[in-house]
T-cell receptor, first 114, second 115 residues
C-alpha cells in the first residue's frame, strides 16, 4: 500500500522568496510516480509536476521543481520566486507499480504575503 | 482543458434520498475516477473505472456505487445519502504513457450537502 505524508498544515512566505513544501511517501514498490497538485480557493485541482521513480533528474516545470530524494523517500515541492497567486492548497500524491490510481496527502496551505 | 464536465455543480439533499452525480469526458480516456475531498483527509478514492462496465472499489467505497455504460460517462450514486457523505466530489481522468499514469486531470467538483 502507498502512503503520503504532508506534515506542514500551513506555510507562509513573502512574495519573491522561495518556499519548500514537504512530502514523504511510503511504498514497497520499485516503480512509482509522484505528483503535486495545486488547489486555489476557487476549488479546481491543477496538475503541477510529475516525477517517476526511475527518472534520474529532478522534475522541473517553470517555477516549480520537485526535490526527489529516493533514499529518504521524500518528494518536496520547491516554488521559486513566490507570487501572490501561489496562495493555495498543495497536495502531494503518488501511484504505485501497476496501479492506475493516486493516493493523496492531506495537503499544505500556502499563503504568500506582499 | 481536459474536457471533463461534472454535474450538478452543487446539490443539497435530504438524508435517505438517492443521489446521482455525473461525470462526462470528451477525450475518450479509458480510466475514470471518483474522489471525495474532506478537510484533514485530502482526496480519497471512492471508485474507479478502467473501461465500459469495468469498475473497482477505492478506499472509501461503502455507501457508493458507480456505473459506466459508455466510455464518456461515469456515474456515482449514493443509494441512500447520509450526512457523512456531505463532501466535495471530484471526477478525474488519467493520461498515461505506456500504461503508466503520468497525469490525472480533474473536473470542477460537485459540492454535495446532505441535511
Amino acid at each position: 500500500a502507498q502512503k503520503i505524508t504532508q506534515t506542514q498544515p500551513g506555510m507562509f512566505v513573502q512574495e519573491k522568496e522561495a518556499v519548500t513544501l514537504d512530502c514523504t511517501y511510503d511504498t514497497s514498490d520499485q516503480s512509482y510516480g509522484l505528483f503535486w497538485y495545486k488547489q486555489p480557493s476557487s476549488g479546481e485541482m491543477i496538475f503541477l509536476i510529475y516525477q517517476g521513480s526511475y527518472d534520474e533528474q529532478n522534475a522541473t516545470e517553470g517555477r516549480y521543481s520537485l526535490n526527489f530524494q529516493k533514499a529518504r523517500k521524500s518528494a518536496n515541492l520547491v516554488i521559486s520566486a513566490s507570487q501572490l497567486g501561489d496562495s493555495a492548497m498543495y497536495f502531494c500524491a503518488m501511484r504505485g507499480t501497476g496501479f492506475q490510481k493516486l493516493v493523496f496527502g492531506t495537503g499544505t496551505r500556502l499563503l504568500v504575503s506582499p | 482543458d481536459a474536457g471533463i464536465t461534472q454535474s450538478p455543480r452543487h446539490k443539497v439533499t435530504e438524508t435517505g434520498t438517492p443521489v446521482t452525480l455525473r461525470c462526462h469526458q470528451t477525450e475518450n480516456h479509458r480510466y475514470m475516477y471518483w474522489y471525495r475531498q474532506d478537510p484533514g483527509h485530502g482526496l480519497r478514492l471512492i471508485h474507479y473505472s478502467y473501461g465500459v462496465k469495468d469498475t473497482d472499489k477505492g478506499e472509501v467505497s461503502d455507501g457508493y456505487s458507480v456505473s459506466r455504460s459508455k466510455t464518456e460517462d461515469f456515474l456515482l450514486t449514493l443509494e441512500s445519502a447520509t450526512s457523512s457523505q456531505t463532501s466535495v466530489y471530484f471526477c478525474a481522468i488519467s493520461e498515461s504513457t505506456g500504461g503508466v499514469v503520468e497525469k490525472l486531470f480533474f473536473g470542477s467538483g460537485t459540492q454535495l450537502s446532505v441535511l
